[in-house]
Structures are given as C-alpha cells and as structure tokens.
C-alpha cells in the first residue's frame, strides 16, 4: 500500500515528536491518518515506538504481533514484541516470542543475547550460558554487555571469577 501525502506527513510529525519526548503529541499526530491507512505497516511501527514509550505494554505487544505477522523478515519487530510482552505478560510468554523468531533469524545475535537473558532469569543456566556463548560469538559488543547485564547475574553468579 502507497501511504497519501497526508498520513506521510502525520508519520513525520509523530516520529519528531517521539525524538523531543512528546509523546501525546506523537499519538494526536498518528490520529490524524484516516482509517484506511491506519493498519499500515509503517504507521503501526510508529504506534508501537509511542506505546513503548508509554510504558503501555499490552498495546504495544498486540502491535508488535501483528508486525511481526505482516513482515516477519523484520528481525526488530520480533524484539519490540517479546519486550513487551515479557512486560505485560510473562518472561515465559516473551521467552516463546524469541524462540519463534530466533529461528527466523537465526544470525541476529540480539536474538541469542536476550534469549540467555530469559533463560537465566528462568534458572535455566546451561541453557542460557549456550545462547549467550553464541551471542558472543556473532557479535562481540555482547561480551561487554554481559558483564553488566542484570538478567544475567545468575549466570554471572555461579561462574569462576578470575
């Protein structure tokens, strides 16, 4: 679908807003597309950005789903979805999501980092330990991270200092 002058505009000024923090501002504009052109993908993906910033999980993860079903190439759509959900439902819930796109998008180490940090907050460590080695295999900035990371501790917990 070609998206009106109109609803490329409003897409813009909600993407401004959201860059100043206005995100009242950004939802009035989102508003402001006709009813044809609301369940367009790009206008979907602003009212997910507007959502998460909100803090309005149960939304969020609904768009986030649907994304996730028109363009589930979108390796992105998958994260923001098992973000939310991890937050307006479950760990479990959110840990499903990124299995489901963990083998879609098998090289994305972000996939593998957050899927160790499910896991080891599951208390499923071995497991946790396999996806954050490959994490860390795919993308180094992870090794780093990792070190920091609060979902990891009990990971971080049991492993031999030194």
């Not at 993908?41 to 803090?55: H, I, K, S, Y």
């Not at 879609?104 to 071995?126: K, M, R, S, T, W």
């Not at 795919?138 to 990891?152: G, I, M, N, Q, T």
Request: proline content about 3%; aromatic content about 8%; some cysteine.
């Amino acid at each position: 679908m070609r998206l009106s002058t109109h609803t490329l505009r409003q897409l813009s000024y909600a993407q401004g807003y959201l860059e100043l923090g206005m995100t009242n501002h950004a939802a009035e504009a989102l508003g402001q597309i006709g009813e044809a052109e609301r369940a367009a993908t790009p206008v979907l993906a602003v009212w997910l950005a507007v959502c998460t910033e909100r803090g309005e999980w149960d939304k969020a993860a609904e768009i986030a789903a649907v994304l996730c079903q028109c363009e589930p190439r979108v390796a992105w759509h998958w994260i923001q979805w098992a973000y939310a959900t991890r937050r307006s439902d479950s760990l479990a819930a959110a840990r499903a999501i990124l299995m489901r796109g963990v083998g879609l998008h098998p090289l994305e180490a972000v996939f593998h980092f957050n899927l160790a940090c499910y896991e080891a907050q599951l208390g499923h460590i071995d497991d946790a330990r396999a996806f954050l080695d490959t994490a860390c295999g795919l993308d180094a900035k992870f090794v780093e991270l990792a070190k920091s990371d609060d979902d990891l501790a009990p990971l971080r917990a049991i492993e031999p200092k030194g």
